[in-house]
């Protein structure tokens, strides 16, 4: 069964507070994605991890930092959350360089 | 860089009526992008709808249809006849480079269909 899941699916938190989203697939794709959106804007690509420990920034990595530690996994985690980063993040993985995404549900965070 | 830009907000029709969600684009690659549509149903995450990678073709998937128009840069997604299981966001999408391991996709903001009641 092909599929990414995604923890929490709900998250509320302070402040200043850390947060971990965690990511997770069986399909032994290579590539994982983190993406944001926000209302009214596409999808923004946050990181890309192209295996384990190969991560590399994508349009908006400031304040969010990464883990890819299995093939299976991959982390985001904001340092010190700020209110300005309450949005809908997705999580996606593909094969190697092909380009269809395979997505999560979602995480809806919210920081207040 | 590149951007895609599709028809804002809402849409609404009446069952078994047609739809037609517009999307264009510009790539700044030497070369043809990919085009894809993705849909959002609620609670779910965005899985492809369809993809075409070559100008001129037409996919075609869940009785949606989008035709890849590189002289419009142009890529509209249209159905005959909706339902009501067709409410959904749906996504327009391109993939610049393809085939030279670049998997980034530049989507669209997204436009949500639902049925007038």
């Known amino acids: 069964d092909m599929k990414v899941t995604q923890m929490p699916r709900y998250l509320i938190k302070r402040m200043g507070e850390n947060v971990l989203l965690e990511c997770g697939q069986d399909?032994?794709?290579?590539?994982m994605y983190w993406y944001r959106q926000d209302p009214g804007l596409g999808l923004q690509l946050i990181y890309i991890?192209?295996?384990?420990?190969?991560?590399s920034e994508g349009d908006i990595p400031k304040g969010y930092r990464v883990s890819r530690k299995k093939r299976e996994h991959f982390s985001l985690i904001l340092d010190s959350a700020k209110t300005n980063q309450t949005s809908v993040y997705f999580c996606?993985?593909?094969?190697?360089?092909?380009?269809?995404?395979?997505f999560g549900p979602g995480t809806r965070l919210l920081v207040l | 860089g590149d951007s895609v830009t599709q028809t804002e907000g809402q849409v609404t029709v009446s069952e078994s009526k047609s739809l037609i969600i517009n999307c264009t684009y510009s790539?700044?690659?030497?070369?043809?992008?990919?085009l894809f549509w993705y849909v959002r149903y609620p609670g779910e995450g965005l899985q492809l709808l369809l993809k075409v990678i070559t100008a001129g073709q037409k996919g075609s998937s869940r009785g949606f249809e989008a035709t890849y128009n590189k002289e419009a840069t142009s890529f509209h997604l249209q159905k005959a006849s909706v339902q009501e299981s067709d409410s959904a966001v749906y996504y327009c999408a391109l993939s610049d480079l393809p085939g030279t391991g670049s998997n980034r996709l530049t989507f669209g903001k997204g436009t949500k269909f639902s049925l007038i009641p």
């Open positions: 991890s192209y295996d384990v420990d190969s991560n």
């Open positions: 790539a700044t690659s030497i070369g043809y992008p990919n």
């Open positions: 399909m032994s794709h290579e590539t």
């Open positions: 996606a993985s593909s094969w190697g360089d092909q380009d269809t995404q395979y």
